[in-house]
C-alpha cells in the first residue's frame, strides 16, 4: 500500500522566516492535500493538488505537487505564530477510496 | 454551514468496558470515515461509510466497529477496551467522490486506565 514520508518531524522557526515541509509518496499522487492541526483538535483543510506541477496558494502558504507526482511541498512565508501547529499531507490510496496520511510536522515559530 | 461535529470530545473509560462515540456530518455529506490518531503511529484509518454502507476499512480487529444511519450521521463502537485504545477518534465527512476533501472534526479524546 502507499506510504507517505514527511520530513522534517519537526521545525522550530523564527517568526518571519520562511520554511519548507516536504511529503513523499512511495507511489504515484493522484490526489494530494494538505491539513493542518492545532494540538488535540481536528484537522483543517488547507489545499488539494492533482495535477504534476500544479502549485496552489493561500495566504502566505503554498503547496507544490512536483512533475512526477511523488512529491509535494509546503512553503510558508514570513511565518507567523499563527502558522504554529502540526501539518499533515493526505493522499488517495489509489485502489480503494481511502485517504492515508503522513505522520505530520511539528511546526514551533519562536517570537 | 456547520461543521463535523463530534460526541463527546472527551471520555474516560475503564479497561474491558465498550464505548461509543458519535459523528455529525456536515449537511450534503454522505460519507463518514473514521481515525485514530496516536503520537506513534499517527492518523490510522478505521473505516468509511457511504450511504449507509461500509465502503473501507482498515486493519483494526472487529472490537471497532461502526455504523451510519439514513441522515449520514455515524457512530462507531470500541468493545472491550484495552489501553492501547486510548488516542484522539476523528471523525471526517466528505462528499465520497474521488478528489474530495475530508472536512474533520474535533474528536473524541479517549482515555482508557
Known amino acids: 500500500s502507499q506510504e507517505l514520508e514527511q520530513s522534517p518531524q519537526s521545525l522550530i522557526v523564527q517568526e518571519g522566516k520562511n520554511l519548507t515541509i516536504n511529503c513523499t509518496s512511495s507511489k504515484t499522487l493522484y490526489g494530494l492535500y494538505w491539513y493542518k492541526q492545532k494540538y488535540g483538535e481536528g484537522l483543517i483543510f488547507l489545499m488539494m493538488l492533482q495535477k504534476g506541477g500544479e502549485e496552489k496558494s493561500h495566504e502566505k502558504i503554498t503547496a507544490k505537487l512536483d512533475e512526477k507526482k511523488q512529491q509535494s511541498s509546503l512553503h510558508i512565508t514570513a511565518s507567523q505564530p499563527s502558522h504554529a501547529g502540526i501539518y499533515l499531507c493526505?493522499?488517495?490510496?489509489?485502489?480503494?477510496?481511502?485517504?492515508?496520511f503522513g505522520k505530520g510536522t511539528r511546526l514551533h515559530i519562536l517570537p | 454551514k456547520a461543521g463535523v461535529t463530534q460526541t463527546p470530545r472527551y471520555l474516560i473509560k475503564t479497561r474491558g468496558q465498550q464505548v461509543t462515540l458519535s459523528c455529525s456530518p456536515i449537511?450534503?455529506?454522505?460519507?463518514v470515515s473514521w481515525y485514530q490518531q496516536t503520537p506513534g503511529q499517527g492518523l490510522q484509518f478505521l473505516f468509511e461509510y457511504f450511504s449507509e454502507t461500509q465502503r473501507n476499512k482498515g486493519n483494526f480487529p472487529g472490537r471497532f466497529s461502526g455504523r451510519q444511519f439514513s441522515n449520514s450521521r455515524s457512530e462507531m463502537n470500541v468493545s472491550t477496551l484495552e489501553l492501547g485504545d486510548s488516542a484522539l477518534y476523528l471523525c471526517?465527512?466528505?462528499?465520497?467522490?474521488?478528489?474530495?476533501?475530508?472536512?474533520f472534526g474535533n474528536g473524541t479524546r479517549l482515555t482508557v486506565t
Open positions: 449537511s450534503g455529506h454522505r460519507s
Open positions: 471526517a465527512s466528505s462528499l465520497g467522490q474521488p478528489n474530495s476533501p475530508l472536512h
Open positions: 493526505g493522499a488517495d490510496n489509489l485502489g480503494d477510496d481511502k485517504i492515508i
